[in-house]
């Protein structure tokens, strides 16, 4: 059982620009999260998805940020109009359908981004 | 929503036990204690849960009080592989009843010779 991916491993944008980020759950799991990590700093959630469907989007910059987990295909963390502070790691985690009040996560090994 | 408190570093011996503690003093009663390790660069990796009861896995044991409001992690024979940061988190029910984990600073654990 594949875990879960997320690609591409490594971006270069300049500013200005657009990040498309992908990521594609384990099978099985309908529940789709992203996370930010800053150097030097812990994990900061962004927006809990699924399928066709934003559940969570509190962690989630108000302008140039979007989400998405279509019904086919991977879910897509896009930024558009890059700027040098977003320059960080983008985890994907993904989780089966949340029971008796928990959920394992599992994580992808992230996107790190970089902005010129 | 419950918080955690870990020490920022603690360091073992290769092959010792390493315990890192973790309170949590405001936790609710439905709410699990997880934790994750995040070794450099690499993305976080589960390790194990638990409510009340103590919880064994091939990685990992994990001591809960029985007031719930501390728990410990124990890696019984630490490798220098096992040097990452470990963060111990409880769940937070966040808005439209999703359960959104809040990582703080974790606890770096190095592993010397």
């Known amino acids: 059982n594949a875990g879960v991916m997320q690609n591409p491993r490594h971006l270069v944008r300049r500013r200005g620009q657009e990040a498309r980020l992908r990521c594609s759950p384990m099978k099985g799991h309908s529940h789709v999260y992203w996370y930010r990590q800053l150097p030097e700093e812990g994990l900061k959630f962004m927006v809990y998805?699924?399928?066709?469907?934003?559940?969570?989007e509190s962690g989630m910059p108000k302008e140039r940020f979007s989400a998405e987990f279509p019904k086919e295909g991977p879910s897509i963390l896009r930024i558009q109009q890059v700027v040098r502070g977003d320059s960080a790691a983008y985890f994907c985690?993904?989780?089966?359908?949340?029971?008796?009040?928990?959920?394992?996560?599992?994580f992808g090994p992230g996107t790190r981004l970089t902005v010129l | 929503d419950a918080k955690t408190t870990q020490p920022p570093s603690m360091d073992c011996a290769e092959g010792r036990a390493a315990n890192l503690p973790c309170n949590h003093s405001t936790i609710s009663g439905n709410e699990y204690v997880y934790w994750y390790r995040q070794i450099h660069s690499q993305g976080p990796q589960y390790i194990i849960h638990?409510?009340?009861n103590n919880e064994t896995n091939e990685m990992a044991s994990l001591i809960i009080t029985e007031d719930r409001k501390s728990s410990t992690l124990i890696l019984p024979h630490a490798t220098l592989r096992d040097t990452a940061v470990y963060y111990c988190i409880v769940r937070v029910i966040a808005s439209g009843g999703s359960y959104i984990p809040t990582f703080g600073r974790g606890t770096s654990l190095i592993v010397h010779p």
């Open positions: 998805l699924q399928k066709e469907n934003i559940i969570d």
């Open positions: 985690a993904s989780s089966p359908l949340p029971t008796s009040g928990t959920d394992t996560q599992y």
């Open positions: 638990g409510l009340k």
